[in-house]
């Protein structure tokens, strides 16, 4: 505690609704981990922030700041300044959670501005009750690449949980979201 | 035939004429001329919320969100051919459509399943992601259909606004994807109408 200002910070941004769900549960315990090794931790609900999807504008290369002015300059304000980043979604139709898409598709401002995110570790969490953990991890890999330049460690973990909370209960799966916090942490600390 | 089959396009690009719009018009125009009745809904110009995970979502009979997406939904449900389009964002479909699949959620949860016998699936890109987002949509609503159907798959690369509007050969692909789609909805070749 006492060397809080040297303490890598990572952020989780997490795509579900649901502040107790699955994913939200998963997530607590990578961040656990990755803070009893040492990092600074925020989590960012994405259900807690305005953040509308991108409407596109022809002009945004041009402007200044995206004219929807809502809650999306701040979290990714907190997203870019990350040494650590930890995205995580639910499984929905075989994809990321649209409140992760619309997070997703406001990078495009950054990119229009040559802004590229920089973390030293990348942790990816897919949860579903059914499939689709591969596809919902790809897709967030395909975020990641367009969102940085150059290689870096990329850790990921998809976990199958078909009741509300029942992760909270799943030893192999609470082990394995503490894996990924402490894989992040061996590249960060 | 009886009626004429109804084709729903459902447009997740911001743009209400864009270049995934213009494509998708285009399809239309094809389907129009062979007899269906086409109707556009561009996502953006309605009001569609972000699907809340609701825990009780199977025992209610309506979804609580008060927005649009039920009202889309039931144009969507009444569809014989429906086509989703959307630009290339992240590598995967826009946030609009992404938001307005989430929203299937209650009627999935309800085993209201589509009726629509014949699908197409439209995106159009700067450069990378065409084949990605069509797969992505193609799992996003194959599950919705009580079993397998023809889905029509419609790809364009745009990298300025109104690029489509003059990208011949994309357009003739877009008429093509939608003489393919009326003769799987079983509508007769627009020059043969006349002799019939």
């Known amino acids: 505690m006492s060397q809080s200002i040297d303490r890598p910070m990572v952020v989780a941004v997490v795509g579900s609704p649901r502040p107790k769900g699955n994913t939200s549960i998963l997530v607590d315990a990578a961040l656990a981990e990755l803070e009893q090794r040492g ?8 259900c807690d922030y305005r953040i509308s999807p991108c409407l596109g504008h022809d002009t945004c290369s041009d402007l200044e700041r995206c004219p929807q002015g809502d809650d999306a300059e701040r979290v990714l ?9 930890l995205l995580a979604t639910p499984v929905y139709y075989e994809d990321v959670s649209a409140q992760m898409k619309a997070f997703i598709d406001r990078n495009v ?17 897919a949860v579903t009750a059914e499939t689709g953990l591969d596809d919902t991890l790809a897709a967030l890999r395909r975020f990641v690449a367009l969102s940085t330049e150059g290689d870096l460690p990329i850790f990921s973990m998809g976990g199958f949980a078909d009741t509300a909370g029942a992760a909270a209960a799943d030893v192999e799966l609470l082990s394995a979201a503490r894996k990924l916090g402490a894989d992040m942490a061996g590249a960060l600390l | 035939m009886s009626g004429t089959p109804l084709v729903v396009a459902l447009i997740g690009s911001p743009r209400p004429q864009g270049n995934t719009a213009t494509v ?22 309605h009001d569609v919320r972000f699907c809340l995970g609701h825990d009780e979502c199977e025992e209610w009979d309506e979804c ?5 997406a039920e009202a889309i939904l039931d144009r969507v449900w009444a569809a014989d051919g429906l086509i989703v389009a959307s630009p290339v964002y992240g590598d995967n479909v826009s946030a609009q459509l992404k938001v307005l699949l989430d929203r299937c959620c209650h009627r999935h949860n309800h085993g209201v399943l589509l009726r629509a016998r014949v699908a197409a699936l439209v995106t159009v890109s700067w450069g990378t992601g065409l084949d990605e987002t069509l797969d992505a949509m193609e799992r996003g609503i194959a599950g919705r259909f009580p ?33 393919e789609m009326a003769r799987l909805l079983g509508l007769r070749p627009v020059g043969s109408r006349a002799s019939r």
Do not use: N, W
């Not at chain 1, 501005?113 to 990348?122: C, E, N, Q, R, Y």
């Open chain 1, 39 to 46: 990092a600074a931790v925020t989590k960012l609900m994405l």
């Open chain 1, 77 to 85: 304000a907190t997203v870019y300044a990350a040494d650590g980043l």
């Open chain 1, 109 to 125: 401002f950054q990119y229009a501005h040559d802004i590229f995110l920089s973390p030293k570790a990348v942790g990816l969490m």
């Open chain 2, 24 to 45: 998708v018009d285009e399809v239309l125009g094809e389907l129009a001329a062979a007899g269906a009745t086409c109707e556009r809904i561009v996502i953006a110009e």
């Open chain 2, 64 to 68: 609580p969100i008060p927005d649009d």
């Open chain 2, 147 to 179: 079993g397998p159907v023809p889905m029509v798959r419609l790809k364009g690369v745009a990298t300025s606004m109104g690029d489509a509007a003059a990208d011949d050969e994309l357009l003739a692909r877009a008429r093509a994807a939608g003489r």
